[in-house]
């Protein structure tokens, strides 16, 4: 029981990084009904701005708490910029062609060509992220919690929680809702839902390079850091249900768990299992998501 409890302790901790990327595929689904597939290079640059920004100013001489309360908002604003860019140079003029094949392909080559500069200005080799905090494991009983592991949950659950405050008490907020309930509809009170849709890849990708620099310091970053996390916060988004706020956080905790549990217990190399299983049958069986609600369009 306590190897079970410890296993579940860390398998949380990842889970919430799964969830966060999730919850920016989530973000462009609702309001444009496409997918930032750039959301795992977005996640990479953040670690890789962050790492720079940290490492820097620690040599300068400056506390940790300072360094990274001056490396996230930078991280922040170079994450939203990555996705407007995204959006701009990709989805809208697909989203002209009415093919969906011309957005995804669009924003998969820019997240390839992205990772290529990665690895030509920082490297390819994995860098160790330096931690906020002590990187001395908490005791709780048997259950030994590393610092960065609590943080990482505190922080991706302040990210969701803050966006939906924006989305409930600001009237930015509310046409960004507004467009994801009927987008026709929010056009003809005057909303621009152009900019709206600008906006939630904005958002996307700023959720994305955050969650970046929470991952990184337990792990380590380099430019090949976002190609699987992109890929297993698509697939939590699908197992969870892209329509549910809940269904993000479960799935993403699910998934954790599971690889994690499967990592200990089988092998680590079967640890991409369990996602992968439960992608096939949600597909198969529930294709809207556990948590998700099938939606029903009017001919």
Same mark, same amino acid.
Request: no cysteine.
């Given at each position: ?6 296993l579940?302790v ?21 309001? $444009?009904n ?5 959301q ?6 953040? $670690? ?17 708490g ?31 062609s009415?093919?969906s ?6 924003t ?7 990772r ?9 080799d994995?860098?160790?992220?330096p ?12 259950v ?39 987008? $026709? ?7 621009? /839902? /152009? ?20 991952i990184a310091?337990?792990?380590? /970053? ?20 892209? $329509? ?22 089988i ?33």
């Amino acid at each position: 029981m306590d190897i079970i409890a410890q296993l579940v302790v860390s398998g949380i901790s990842v889970g919430m990084i799964y969830s966060v990327v999730a919850f920016g595929y989530q973000l462009t689904f609702a309001t $444009s009904n496409t997918l930032n597939f750039g959301q795992g290079e977005a996640l990479m640059l953040g $670690s890789l701005v962050g790492f720079s920004v940290v490492t820097r100013l620690i040599a300068a001489h400056f506390g940790a708490g300072t360094a990274y309360a001056i490396m996230l908002p930078i991280v922040l604003i170079v994450g939203a910029a990555q996705g407007i860019l995204v959006e701009w140079i990709a989805v809208r003029r697909g989203a002209r062609s009415r093919s969906s094949v011309t957005w995804i392909l669009a924003t998969i080559a820019l997240g390839i060509i992205l990772r290529n500069i990665a690895e030509n200005v920082w490297g390819r080799d994995p860098m160790k992220f330096p931690s906020p905090v002590s990187e001395q494991p908490l005791i709780f009983g048997s259950v030994r919690v590393q610092p960065m592991e609590i943080l990482i949950v505190i922080g991706a659950l302040a990210l969701m929680l803050a966006v939906e405050l924006f989305n409930r008490r600001s009237i930015y907020g509310k046409a960004f809702v507004a467009t994801s309930i009927d987008r $026709s509809a929010a056009e003809l009170v005057g909303i621009s /839902t /152009t900019r709206v849709i600008s906006m939630s890849y904005a958002l996307s990708s700023l959720s994305a390079a955050f969650a970046g620099v929470l991952i990184a310091p337990v792990t380590l /970053t380099g430019a090949g850091i976002g190609l699987a996390l992109g890929l297993k916060g698509f697939a939590v988004g699908i197992i969870g249900g892209l $329509s549910s706020g809940l269904g993000v956080i479960a799935g993403g905790l699910i998934l954790g768990i599971a690889e994690t549990l499967t990592g200990y217990y089988i092998s680590s190399g079967y640890k991409d299992v369990p996602g992968l299983v439960m992608l096939l049958l949600v597909l198969s069986f529930r294709p809207f998501g556990l948590f998700g609600k099938a939606s029903i369009r009017k001919v």
